[in-house]
């Protein structure tokens, strides 16, 4: 089997350009997103992959993109956890059945392959049961596993080059690891700069900020990057951005996107808060100083700062040691009349987002 990185171009036909990634399984949230980008069949629309995994929603969000395709100027780019139902089946040495021995019980009916398993009334309970499910699901699945099978992973214009997780070069793309260009890690913080703009998704955006939560599409000019991953599915807060290009590559990037989450209206004015911490996934080690029923004092180990933990956002790994869900302490700057989605409601007041950014809200609301 050829595991060469696919390359595939695309001419933008003079039509508008739509980008989303990562939607794991969060089909509402994609038709809301879309739709509150108007997007039509006159558009084109780019899928950076992750479509699947994490949650229930997987096989459905699959099926929409391949309806979508059929209908209108679908790309779609294979993503990671996309890859983890291929490598089930065409046993790629990146991942190996005793991958799937820990994903299967992690993840249940949120594994794509869990939910088709069962569709198909066929055990995934322990490896001797494999190669009868692989033989029962390539059948019962063959115009799923034709569409994964058909998708590159990278599409290449003359402007701007589109990958999942991301690439350290714009030319010699087929000598590059797929698993790299797939699952790159933490891609912004390697100082790559590029003449084409590289659109990526695979690591939530929220991740990149110390400060303040926020998973707004992030641009940078200087290095024409554009990072996309609003962190849906996998993030209480999470979203399914929809980035639209400029018409020319030296135009203003906008963007869409729709978190499923409940909205309020604000009452009252609020200032932002200043020098604010994003307690975030492998910057989450705590010390709880005092433990309380709905909101915990904390320490967080790698910047010393205090701040108060919602309760039911702490976890303990086996060694003992205490971490969080993202927390935050930023006030969000808020003016009456302003429309915010609700993450939680507590005593201290609303955790909260606006334009994509997660904090609190302690004034009166409706």
Request: with cysteine; glycine share 8%.
């Amino acid at each position: 089997m050829d595991r060469r990185v696919v390359v595939r171009p695309i001419d933008f036909e003079g039509r508008r350009v739509l980008v989303v990634s990562d939607i794991h399984g969060a089909l509402p949230l994609l038709k809301n997103a879309l739709g509150k980008a108007d997007f039509s069949p006159e558009d084109i629309l780019i899928v950076l992959g992750d479509m699947m995994e994490r949650s229930e929603g997987s096989l459905d969000v699959l099926h929409y993109v391949m309806d979508l395709s059929r209908t209108h100027r679908v790309h779609t780019i294979l993503g990671n956890c996309d890859n983890v139902t291929l490598g089930f089946f065409d046993r790629i040495p990146e991942i190996p059945d005793e991958f799937y021995q820990r994903w299967f019980p992690r993840f249940g009916e949120r594994c794509a392959l869990v939910k088709m398993a069962h569709q198909a009334g066929v055990s995934l309970d322990s490896p001797a049961h494999y190669p009868a499910a692989r033989e029962a699901l390539e059948r019962a699945f063959a115009p799923e596993l034709a569409f994964l099978r058909s998708l590159p992973h990278v599409l290449l214009h003359p402007d701007y080059l589109f990958v999942h997780g991301g690439v350290p070069r714009e030319d010699r793309l087929t000598s590059l690891s797929i698993h790299a260009v797939m699952k790159n890690d933490n891609f912004l913080h390697q100082n790559h700069s590029f003449r084409r703009w590289v659109v990526v998704g695979h690591w939530p955006v929220t991740l990149y900020r110390a400060d303040i939560p926020s998973a707004a599409p992030i641009v940078l000019p200087r290095r024409h990057i554009v990072s996309i991953d609003g962190g849906a599915t996998l993030k209480l807060d999470g979203q399914v951005n929809v980035l639209i290009l400029p018409k020319t590559p030296d135009g203003a990037f906008s963007w869409v996107s729709d978190d499923g989450l409940p909205t309020v209206t604000a009452l009252e004015a609020q200032e932002a808060s200043r020098n604010s911490i994003n307690v975030r996934y492998g910057h989450s080690d705590l010390e709880v100083l005092e433990a309380g029923e709905e909101f915990a004092l904390c320490r967080h180990l790698e910047s010393g700062r205090t701040l108060r933990v919602l309760t039911e956002f702490l976890r303990r790994r086996p060694d003992g040691q205490v971490w969080c869900e993202d927390s935050t302490d930023y006030l969000l700057p808020v003016s009456p009349g302003d429309t915010l989605s609700l993450v939680r409601r507590t005593s201290y007041g609303l955790l909260a987002k606006k334009d994509g950014v997660t904090g609190w809200y302690r004034g009166r609301w409706e």
